[in-house]
Structures are given as C-alpha cells and as structure tokens.
C-alpha cells in the first residue's frame, strides 16, 4: 500500500504518525508526508488542535480512504468551554502504540519524544487529559520504547509526580545522561525533598509547573522546590498562569507577583484568547516580554 501522512502539527513532530509510519514500513507499505499531488491506498490525519485547518480545508486529498484522528477531531467549543467527546476518541491499537516511533520522517527533529506515563488526576475543568486519559496518572512505557540514545528527550506525561512509579522513571530519566524537557510541566504540588533530589539528578536547562487556579495558593509549593532545587535562575524555573479562566485580573496579578518575588518566571496563558478582553492581552504581552517585564514592575505601569 502506498500510505500518505497529514498533521496540523507544525512546530512539533506527530508521535502518533511516527507510530504508524513505523508500523506500516514493517509490514512492506511504502509511507510519505502528504503530497496533495499523489494518489494514496490510505492517508492518516492527525489532529491536535480543535482550531486548526482540517486536512481538505485547502486541497481535495486523492486518496482511496482517509482516517482520522487526534485531540483535534475530539473537541467540540460549547458555551465558549471545549468539551471532549470520548465517541470520537480512536486510539492506536496497542502493536501500533507500544512501536518504536519512525524519527525519519521528521529529520529536522533530532530528539526522542514520548509517553512515560498517562493520566491526571487533577480533572481541571480547562484540561482534558482527565477525560481522555482518565484520573489514575499510571505507566505506560519504559524509556526504551522511544529513546535510542538521542542526546534529548521531549517528554509528553501530563503528571508525572502522579503516578506511583515516578521515582523510578525519574532515575531512568538521570541515568540516560540525555537533556530531559518535561514538555507538559511538572505539578508543583506533589514535590518534596526526595523527588526534587531525583529531579535535580536529570539533566534538564529548564523546568516548567503551572499555577492555574488562584482560589489554590502554592506559594508554600513554590517555596519548598526554590529551597531544595539545584536550578537557581528565575529563568530557568518557568511557571504558566492560566487566565481568562475563573479567574479576576487581581488575582492573575497576586500569582504574577508572588511568582516573581519568589524567584520564578511566569508566563501567561490565556484561556479561549478569541474571547479575551485587550486588558487579558495586555498583561500577556507585558509579562511574558521579558525585557518588558523586569523593567516595567507594576502591570499599573505598563503602557
């Protein structure tokens, strides 16, 4: 069969493409990117972003059949909220899931990319990985199964901390000597002294946590990894601020302070940015501009 590939994905290679690629090689298939000019047997789309173009947006496909699937073709926007629809959810078969993923067809990516762990039982209202993944974070893989000695890792888990076995995942993270990105974050209330110890054995040049909800104060979360990390620069301890999700501009501020003076960068996301005031729009911009930021102090400052 002569297989074609289609992601939105542009910034980032499709974990789910290299899967299948790498599969439909081993079974004799012939697999491309998608050119809109050649006639496929099968083409696999996959969709991360609700938002984003659809594969025959801009140009009929010529293909015998084409299947979909993704976060993207799962999401629905009712009463300005996304909400997941499960029904859509097609996941890989577990021969396809647990394959070695084809890097080649992503060459400008040099890393190793994957799932350690799935879950979260965080089940934020804003977030889906709950409702997809389930609440239960678990592990899924061992490091091999997408790592071959690549010189970095980019690591997709929603929360890690959460699961169980995370310590030794994070040993088998430290002892591949690779450059770790914990790409989705890591949830700051589930540190303490013995995980950040592991934490600071990885080899990473940044660390992200996320504090999206403002009626939970972590400022004592925040305190507690500062004391016992090794990553000193505020620079390289970022923190993502949800706002524009229940949430009142004093109170995106209390967190952008204190995150501040704490020794931290915060970095502004805003929920539904189509939907957003210029005021939301404006303390993103002043805040996650960071030569803005450290030398304009106050958001009552900033013009």
Not at 24 to 36: N, P
Not at 173 to 185: C, H, M, N, P, Y
Not at 273 to 290: F, G, I, P, S
Request: proline share 4%; glycine share 4%; charged share 30%.
């Amino acid at each position: 069969m002569k297989i074609g590939l289609w992601s939105d994905s542009h910034n980032f290679p499709s974990l789910p493409l290299m899967k299948l690629s790498a599969y439909h090689k081993s079974i004799g298939d012939t697999v491309e990117t998608l050119d809109y000019l050649t006639h496929y047997d099968l083409v696999y789309a996959s969709k991360v972003f609700s938002f984003t173009k659809d594969i025959e947006d801009d140009c009929i496909v010529q293909a015998d059949e084409i299947r979909r699937g993704g976060t993207g073709y799962c999401i629905s926007v009712i009463d300005g909220k996304e909400v997941f629809d499960k029904s859509k959810d097609t996941p890989l078969p577990k021969e396809i899931e647990h394959i070695y993923p084809d890097y080649s067809i992503f060459p400008k990516y040099e890393y190793a990319t994957g799932f350690l762990t799935r879950g979260c039982p965080r089940n934020c209202g804003f977030c889906i990985v709950g409702k997809k993944e389930g609440l239960c974070s678990r592990q899924v893989a061992d490091l091999s199964e997408f790592w071959r000695g690549q010189k970095e890792i980019k690591l997709l888990d929603p929360n890690l901390l959460a699961c169980k076995e995370h310590e030794s995942i994070l040993k088998q993270l430290a002892e591949s000597g690779a450059k770790v990105d914990f790409t989705q974050g890591i949830d700051i209330r589930l540190t303490n002294p013995d995980n950040i110890s592991l934490l600071n054995k990885v080899k990473t040049s940044m660390i992200h946590f996320a504090w999206d909800d403002p009626k939970q104060d972590l400022t004592e979360c925040f305190k507690l990894f500062a004391e016992h990390t090794s990553i000193k620069s505020d620079r390289n301890k970022a923190v993502y601020v949800l706002t524009n999700f229940n949430s009142t501009i004093d109170e995106d501020l209390y967190r952008i302070y204190t995150l501040r003076d704490l020794g931290y960068s915060p970095y502004v996301m805003i929920y539904q940015k189509e939907t957003a005031d210029k005021t939301h729009k404006r303390l993103q911009r002043w805040v996650n501009c960071r030569w803005i930021f450290h030398s304009v102090e106050r958001f009552e400052e900033y013009k």
